[in-house]
């Protein structure tokens, strides 16, 4: 054909409006009339379309997507005259309508199957990615081991399969389970044997998994099956959830016989969202054994509750540097006596510095001082020691603290009181009068040459002997901020407490520094109150009478 003379014209050919390229097309093409008959096809259409031939009619012989394209196209002409998409067999189509004479219409496919497999993967792995994204925020919430187990089986049991046992690591004899079917989460302790499921032993060792098609699903023993999971298992996943060093536990996923089985990227996935698991899983327990261990410390380092000593009250109250801290440099105790005729020792004390470096060498002080108190009847000798094991020692802190021997005489309280560097105690009398005790020292674990002196003070019934640490004198505040508390306005509120408990005196006073200080950096506050308590008389033989109160 000469093609400079154009394709013949004819009303009885199909070419003569469409012309002839479609012929040797490299993609399939075939003509449509209005009416929806078939005009022609070339090799390529007539392999994906066996049935179209001249004069059949395109409903009998093309997908549906194809023949509502046409009447489209028909009927809105070119306006309407754009692509489209559909599926035949295992290809997805494309189809582009080109408008001819008599209203034919020729239509060219092409295979977008592979542009569609990668549209559709590209959208699988978002929702992947988006899903291993929340999965991370919503495992990462909470540092409690149960919770993020419990999540754990939610989230796989929801979007993995149907559904989800979590078998933690254990050195015990029992292991803990979480299993989650239909929204609902249990946790049991359990004895099981591993080696039941193929693959779970190896990974709770934190070795890869076996392949799903070699777990035998109907031979699962019954604990690994969630309550209320009804149906056939027809497929498991058994994957380890690594963790930092050691291994957190196994997923086992499971799958109805009625739901495909699971494939190769899907265990893939698992094992990626195993990870992610194993390694929340691994930080909560981490965080759970150091909370433990902390507490453990804690309670060590914290000062203790006190409590009336052989007749003797005894109170105090701590209060930490910064809020978010319950530990730092101040410290107190009270060391009772075997018998009520022997002193039991108090101490008050400050260590240079705040926070958890200084609770640390409160700790060792207190220590040695539980270690020294044999010598608890010289002061100067047990300082003396004090102060030679803090020199020997890594730490460069030094400290100042008081030292209380108290011992009752009857209505009278015998109290000795030595200084080693710190703020002398204060003593209120009965009738309100506060006065320093005369003791004064040199502070421990600074020099080697140390001197001090000891006070001896007689407690009469209602009055109080107070031992603070400079946190309260020194604490800013008041009307301006910047105003020190000062000895002379504690002196002068300490009188207010003549004839109060311990108690109360401490309330009294850690509650005016606090109003002091309101929103303030402050240092650690420590005050100890050493009270003679007062003395009744019953007034009633039955004893339902309350006593007479004498001071």
Not at 25 to 36: I, K, N, S
Not at 156 to 169: F, I, P, Q, T
Not at 317 to 324: E, F, L
Not at 391 to 405: E, G, I, K, P, Q
Request: charged letters at 20%.
């Amino acid at each position: 054909m000469n093609s400079a003379e154009g394709p013949p014209h004819s009303a009885q050919s199909p070419m003569s409006s469409v012309g002839v390229a479609w012929m040797t097309a490299p993609c399939p093409a075939l003509v449509v009339d209005a009416a929806g008959a078939v005009v022609e096809v070339n090799a390529r259409a007539a392999a994906l379309f066996p049935e179209a031939v001249c004069g059949a009619r395109l409903e009998d012989t093309a997908p549906g997507w194809l023949v509502e394209g046409h009447r489209r196209v028909t009927t809105g002409g070119a306006d309407l005259a754009g692509p489209v998409r559909g599926r035949h067999g295992p290809w997805s189509l494309e189809a582009h309508p080109t408008l001819g004479a008599d209203g034919e219409v020729v239509w060219w496919l092409l295979d977008d199957t592979d542009r569609v497999l990668a549209e559709a993967a590209l959208h699988g792995e978002r929702e992947r990615t988006a899903f291993l994204t929340d999965a991370s925020s919503r495992l990462l919430a909470s540092l409690n081991a149960e919770r993020c187990m419990e999540v754990t089986v939610q989230l796989a049991a929801e979007h993995l399969a149907d559904a989800a046992v979590l078998v933690a690591s254990t050195s015990g004899r029992r292991h803990l389970l979480a299993l989650g079917f239909g929204g609902a989460v249990t946790h049991r302790a359990e004895r099981i044997d591993p080696s039941m499921v193929p693959g779970l032993a190896e990974a709770l060792q934190g070795f890869p998994p076996v392949p799903s098609r070699w777990i035998d699903a109907s031979a699962l023993p019954g604990w690994a099956l969630p309550d209320g999971f009804d149906g056939p298992v027809g497929s498991v996943v058994v994957t380890p959830l690594p963790g930092p060093g050691f291994p957190a536990g196994a997923l086992i996923l499971l799958r109805r016989s009625d739901h495909a089985a699971f494939d190769a990227s899907e265990e893939v996935f698992a094992r990626v969202f195993a990870a992610r698991a194993g390694a929340a899983l691994s930080a909560a327990r981490l965080y759970q054994e150091q909370t433990r261990i902390t507490v453990t410390l804690m309670a060590e380092l914290l000062p203790p509750v006190l409590r009336r000593v052989h007749g003797v009250e005894f109170a105090g109250g701590y209060r930490a540097s910064t809020d978010t801290e319950r530990v730092g440099g101040d410290f107190y105790d009270v060391h009772p006596a075997a018998r009520a005729d022997q002193e039991s020792l108090a101490v008050l004390g400050d260590v240079c510095g705040k926070g958890l470096d200084a609770a640390v060498l409160t700790g060792k002080i207190r220590n040695t001082l539980q270690a020294l108190l044999p010598l608890a009847d010289d002061h100067h000798q047990l300082l003396g020691m004090l102060n030679e094991a803090l020199l020997s020692s890594r730490h460069t802190r030094f400290a100042t603290l008081v030292l209380a021997s108290v011992r009752r005489r009857g209505s009278t309280t015998r109290l000795r009181l030595t200084s080693a560097g710190h703020p002398a105690p204060l003593i209120v009398r009965r009738d309100g009068t506060v006065e320093a005790a005369a003791t004064a020292g040199t502070l421990i674990g600074a020099l080697s040459d140390v001197r001090f002196s000891t006070a001896e003070i007689d407690l009469q019934p209602g009055e109080t002997c107070l031992l603070f640490t400079d946190g309260v004198i020194e604490a800013r505040g008041g009307p301006l901020g910047d105003a020190m508390f000062g000895e002379e306005r504690l002196r002068a509120r300490l009188g207010e407490c003549a004839g109060l408990p311990a108690e109360a005196v401490v309330e009294r006073i850690q509650m005016l520094v606090a109003e002091w200080i309101e929103g303030n950096r402050h240092d650690d506050v420590a005050v100890m109150a050493i009270t003679a308590p007062h003395t009744t008389h019953p007034t009633a033989l039955d004893g339902s009478t309350p006593g007479r109160l004498t001071v």
